[in-house]
C-alpha cells in the first residue's frame, strides 16, 4: 500500500498529459523511471491502466476507475497542504487558466491585466484552447467555458449570458431570397461557431425551433465567422455588441430579426472544495470584475468586440 501511494502522483500526471514524457518532465524524474514504475504497478495490481503505442497514451477503463478515486485523495491532500502552508504565506505560485482565444480577446484582457498588477507576486499560465476540456484530468486550476456541461464535482460559476442573433451582410441578398421563417435558413449558406455545434435554436415568444444546419463554413474564432458574413458569404450568430457598429453602417442587418439565438453562459469552473489562497484571490477577483456588468448599458460600451 505504500507503495502505491507514492506512485498515485505517477499516474495522474500520466493520465493529464497522455505522455510519459511530458509526465516525466513535471514530475522531475527520468521517462524510462516513470514508465517502470507504472508498469510494475499494473503488474502489482494484475490489470492494464494505460494503452500504449508509438504516439498516444490513453487510460483503460480500470485505468479511468482508478483515476477517479486517486485524484480526489491528492486533491484533499493538496488541499490539506495549501490550508496549512501555503494560505499562511503571501499570496504566491501559479495559477493555469484556460479559455478559448476569444474569450480571452473580448472579454478578459482588462481584468486579467487588473488582477497581475494587485498580485505580482502570483503567476499566470493562460492556455488558448479550441476544445472542450475536462478538468479532472486536463492540467487547469480555473476555466473559462462557454455552453459546456461540467462533470461534478467540479464548480461552475455563471459570469455573464450570452443571447445571439442572426446576422448576415445585404450583399448576400443580391444573390439569395431574404428569409421570412426559420426554415428558410436551409436555402442560404450559413456560417457555424464550431464549439457551438450545428443545431441553431430559435425562439420568439415562447415559441422554439431547432434547426439542422449544413453549414458552409465552420470556424473556431468568432471573428473570422464575423469577416466572412461581412463579405457576404452567409448567415452567422453573433452578439448584439459584436454586430451593433456594423450594423449602424449597413454592412450587416438582423435576419429573421423577430427570432433570438439560444442563451449562452459563460461560466468560471474551478475544483470542489476549498481552494488555494492564489486561486480563491483570483476567482474572487474575475466575479467581482463581472458582477459590475449588469447594466445593459454597461455591458455594451465594454464588449466592443466579442461573443
Given at each position: 500500500m505504500h507503495s502505491f501511494l507514492k506512485d498515485m502522483p505517477l499516474l495522474v500526471e500520466v493520465a493529464r498529459w497522455k505522455s510519459f514524457s511530458k509526465?516525466?518532465?513535471?514530475?522531475?524524474?527520468?521517462?524510462?523511471?516513470?514508465?517502470?514504475?507504472?508498469?510494475l504497478l499494473e503488474e502489482k495490481m494484475g490489470v492494464l491502466l494505460f494503452y500504449r503505442d508509438t504516439r498516444n497514451v490513453e487510460l483503460t477503463p480500470n485505468g479511468v476507475f482508478l483515476l477517479d478515486r486517486c485524484e480526489f485523495l491528492l486533491t484533499e491532500m493538496q488541499k490539506a497542504y495549501d490550508s496549512v502552508v501555503l494560505n499562511m504565506m503571501e499570496p504566491a505560485g501559479l495559477i493555469r487558466v484556460c479559455m478559448f482565444t476569444d474569450t480571452y480577446l473580448q472579454l478578459m484582457k482588462t481584468a486579467l491585466c487588473d488582477f497581475a498588477t494587485s498580485w505580482p507576486n502570483i503567476k499566470i499560465n493562460v492556455t488558448f484552447v479550441e476544445r472542450p476540456v475536462d478538468m479532472r484530468t486536463d492540467p487547469y486550476d480555473v476555466a473559462f467555458l462557454i455552453e459546456q456541461s461540467v462533470a461534478p464535482p467540479l464548480i461552475a460559476r455563471k459570469?455573464?449570458?450570452?443571447?445571439?442573433s442572426l446576422y448576415a451582410s445585404p450583399k448576400l441578398f443580391q444573390r439569395f431570397r431574404i428569409p421570412v421563417e426559420p426554415q428558410d435558413l436551409h436555402d442560404i449558406p450559413c456560417i457555424a461557431l464550431e464549439r457551438l455545434g450545428y443545431h441553431?435554436?430559435?425562439s420568439k415568444e415562447g415559441y422554439q425551433v431547432t434547426l439542422e444546419i449544413q453549414p458552409a463554413y465552420t470556424f473556431s474564432s468568432v471573428d473570422l465567422c464575423r469577416e466572412f458574413a461581412l463579405a457576404g458569404l452567409g448567415?452567422?450568430?453573433?452578439?448584439?455588441?459584436?454586430?451593433?457598429?456594423?450594423?449602424?453602417?449597413?454592412?450587416?442587418?438582423?435576419?429573421?430579426?423577430?427570432?433570438?439565438?439560444?442563451?449562452?453562459?459563460?461560466?468560471?469552473?474551478?475544483?470542489?472544495?476549498?481552494?488555494?489562497?492564489?486561486?480563491?484571490?483570483?476567482?474572487?477577483?474575475?466575479?467581482?470584475?463581472?458582477?459590475?456588468?449588469?447594466?445593459?448599458?454597461?455591458?455594451?460600451?465594454?464588449?466592443?468586440?466579442?461573443?
Open positions: 509526465a516525466a518532465e513535471v514530475l522531475d524524474i527520468g521517462a524510462s523511471t516513470l514508465s517502470r514504475r507504472i508498469r459570469m455573464l449570458t450570452i443571447e445571439p441553431w435554436v430559435l448567415v452567422t450568430m453573433l452578439r448584439k455588441q459584436l454586430a451593433t457598429d456594423d450594423e449602424k453602417m449597413g454592412r450587416l442587418v438582423r435576419v429573421l430579426p423577430e427570432w433570438m439565438g439560444r442563451k449562452h453562459d459563460l461560466k468560471l469552473v474551478t475544483a470542489p472544495g476549498q481552494l488555494p489562497k492564489r486561486t480563491r484571490l483570483f476567482v474572487d477577483h474575475m466575479l467581482a470584475y463581472y458582477s459590475s456588468f449588469q447594466d445593459p448599458r454597461t455591458i455594451s460600451s465594454y464588449f466592443k468586440n466579442g461573443y
